[in-house]
Structures are given as structure tokens and as C-alpha cells.
């Protein structure tokens, strides 16, 4: 039988990585259906997928198409995501995605880049537009929610008041709550462990999701992976979607930059060269 | 006469609460002390590179942790 304060723990593998989802005083059954969720949204934001939402929206040839309630939400955070990140952060970088042959999941391979095709991304505010259930990309343009929807993921699975609950997405993470003991959940970052209570935390690398001398962190100034003297980027913040973004942002700023801006943005981080 | 020594108290006392304003503004508006003051000038030596910052608002602990972020 469970002790009451006990933490109850469940991992799995979505979206191509290691997920795990904790939790003080929740069924069995309460993980499990987080997991049933995570997968579900997964589904639903994948570009790997023609059935997909996101899919039908990158093919809708620049009409409005009905979105899921999640879907309108995370297309807004994406805006929100280029703004915070003075557009460093762009949804658009889809085409360069494809152009460096990241098109399928990296487990199946990639296909032959073609650079010279690569352009540099438009405004996020050009190609996509968000309304009460609705959406539009515009024609010859796509999106990519895979910068941000992992800590969003971990957001909302984290948002409902008064859980004590940890959810960790692929290194993407929320905490929320007093955790194991009362003063926070106890989280690794950059060789520490860190007491985090409604917060989140993420870290963007160079270094994963690489081939040959590509990787997928676009730049968005270049449409070409990003160069940058940063090769890893770990981020606390005050939600996981804020993390992620400030980490990505961070490291594609470069040493110069990414001290100052995670100054203003972030609660802990840690800049690896 | 009233109506004219009304007028004139509002607008000293708008004339008074501007100037007095701008003089608490002007005098507050580098407070080294400042919550985020410390984490951003350290950043600005260029000296986090490489080094991790922790500021105020996250609790370092000594437990083991239950897990971490990563890059994936």
C-alpha cells in the first residue's frame, strides 16, 4: 500500500525521447492518463504526420481552417515565442527543417539536404495569423511546433491549482508544487540539484539531433543551422515554455549576448561553450 | 472668487504631485539593490559563460535530484 507523500513515478517514450511525469498523493491511474495525453497532443502537433492537425494546417494554402481549442493555444504561444525571442524563436523555420533533411523522425534517417534552398525564415506575424478557432498559414509557408511544444506540454499538465506534480518531456519540465518534502522538486541542473516550485526548466543543445555537420536548431537570420559559439544552453524560468525559449534564444545570441538576456529572462542558467 | 481659488489649488496641487513625482523617479531610478540588479551587471563582466548563475529565486538543495533537463 502507497504512503501518503510518497512520490509516484511514470516514465515513457513520446515524441521521440524519454518522458516521465511524478506526482505526491495521485493514482496510478491519474500518470497514466497524463501519458494518454502527452500522446494525444503529440499526435496532434507532429509535422512527421499527414493525418495531423498541424499538418492540415500547413497544407491549407492560406485559407482559415478550424483549430483545436490546444492547437489555437499553442499557435498563440508560438507568436508569444517570437516576440519574447525578438524573433530568434520562429515557427516559420519549417522549410529550413526540410532543406536541411530533417524530414521524418531522426530514428528513420534523414533525407539529402539542400542548403543552396534554404532562405532565411519570415516573420512569424506574416506567415501565421490566430483567431477564436480558427487559423491560417499563409500560401508556399509552413510551421514547426516542436521548439515549444514539449515545455507547453509540461505547462499544462502541471496547470491544474493545488497538484504537486513534475513533468519532465524530453528534459523540458515543469514543477508545480511544494514537491517530495515541502521546499520544492529536486531537479539536476548543470551538475546541481535545484529545489524548483512552479517553475520550469529546459536546456537547448547543438550537440542532440545532429548529423554529419548539420543539427536542427535553426537560425532564423540564416535558415541554416544555427553557428553559434554556444553548444548547450540550460535554462530555469518561471514556466517550461518560458525555458525553452529563453534557452534557444540564449544560445542563439552566443556568449556575447545570451548572459544578458538570460539575466532578464531567466531565474538560473548555465552556458556552455 | 470661489470658484477661482479652486481652480488654482487644483492646479498647484497637480503641479506639486508632477514635480514631486519626477523628483522620486529621477532620485530611485538606479537602485543597486533592486532584485534583478545583481544577476543582470554580473552578467554584463561576460564572466557567466561557461559558469553557472543561480539567482535569488532558485534554492539549491542538497537532496538527490528526482530527475533533470536535458537536451533531446
Redesign the interface.
Known amino acids: 500500500m502507497r504512503r501518503s507523500g510518497e512520490v509516484e513515478a511514470h516514465h515513457f517514450e513520446a515524441m521521440g525521447t524519454a518522458c516521465s511525469v511524478f506526482g505526491i498523493d495521485v493514482t496510478r491511474t491519474t500518470l497514466l492518463k497524463a501519458e494518454s495525453w502527452v500522446r494525444r497532443m503529440a499526435a496532434r502537433f507532429t509535422r512527421f504526420s499527414d493525418r495531423s492537425e498541424l499538418a492540415q494546417i500547413n497544407r491549407s494554402e492560406g485559407a482559415w481552417v478550424s483549430v483545436s481549442p490546444e492547437m489555437e493555444e499553442l499557435l498563440r504561444e508560438s507568436l508569444r515565442a517570437f516576440e519574447l525571442s525578438a524573433g530568434l524563436v520562429n515557427a516559420a523555420v519549417l522549410p529550413s527543417m526540410l532543406a536541411i533533411g530533417y524530414t521524418r523522425p531522426l530514428r528513420e534517417g534523414t533525407s539529402t539536404a539542400t542548403l543552396e534552398s534554404a532562405r532565411p525564415a519570415p516573420r512569424l506575424h506574416d506567415v501565421l495569423a490566430v483567431r477564436p478557432g480558427r487559423a491560417r498559414v499563409a500560401r508556399g509557408c509552413g510551421v514547426d511546433l516542436g521548439g515549444i511544444a514539449k515545455g507547453w506540454m509540461a505547462d499544462r499538465l502541471t496547470a491544474r491549482p493545488g497538484v504537486n506534480v513534475l513533468a519532465n518531456l524530453g528534459g523540458d519540465l515543469r514543477a508545480a508544487g511544494s514537491g517530495p518534502a515541502g521546499d520544492g522538486w529536486p531537479v539536476g541542473f548543470g551538475g546541481v540539484t535545484v529545489m524548483l516550485r512552479d517553475q520550469g526548466a529546459a536546456t537547448s543543445s547543438v550537440r542532440r539531433r545532429s548529423w554529419g555537420n548539420l543539427h536542427h536548431l535553426i537560425d532564423p537570420r540564416t535558415g541554416l543551422p544555427a553557428r553559434s559559439a554556444l553548444e548547450e544552453v540550460a535554462v530555469v524560468a518561471a514556466s517550461g515554455c518560458d525555458a525553452e525559449i529563453v534557452a534557444k534564444t540564449a544560445l542563439l545570441l552566443g556568449p556575447g549576448l545570451a548572459p544578458a538576456y538570460c539575466a532578464a529572462h531567466a531565474q538560473a542558467w548555465w552556458l556552455r561553450p | 472668487m470661489r470658484s477661482f481659488l479652486l481652480k488654482l489649488g487644483a492646479t498647484a496641487l497637480t503641479l506639486g504631485t508632477t514635480v514631486a513625482s519626477a523628483m522620486y523617479v529621477t532620485a530611485h531610478m538606479k537602485n543597486p539593490s533592486a532584485p534583478?540588479q545583481p544577476?543582470?551587471l554580473?552578467?554584463?563582466n561576460?564572466?557567466?559563460?561557461?559558469?553557472?548563475?543561480?539567482?535569488p529565486?532558485?534554492?539549491?538543495?542538497?537532496?538527490?535530484?528526482?530527475?533533470?533537463?536535458?537536451?533531446?
Open positions: 534583478l544577476a543582470v554580473a552578467s554584463q561576460g564572466g557567466t559563460v561557461g559558469e553557472l548563475t543561480i539567482t529565486g532558485v534554492r539549491q538543495g542538497d537532496v538527490q535530484p528526482v530527475t533533470s533537463t536535458y537536451a533531446s
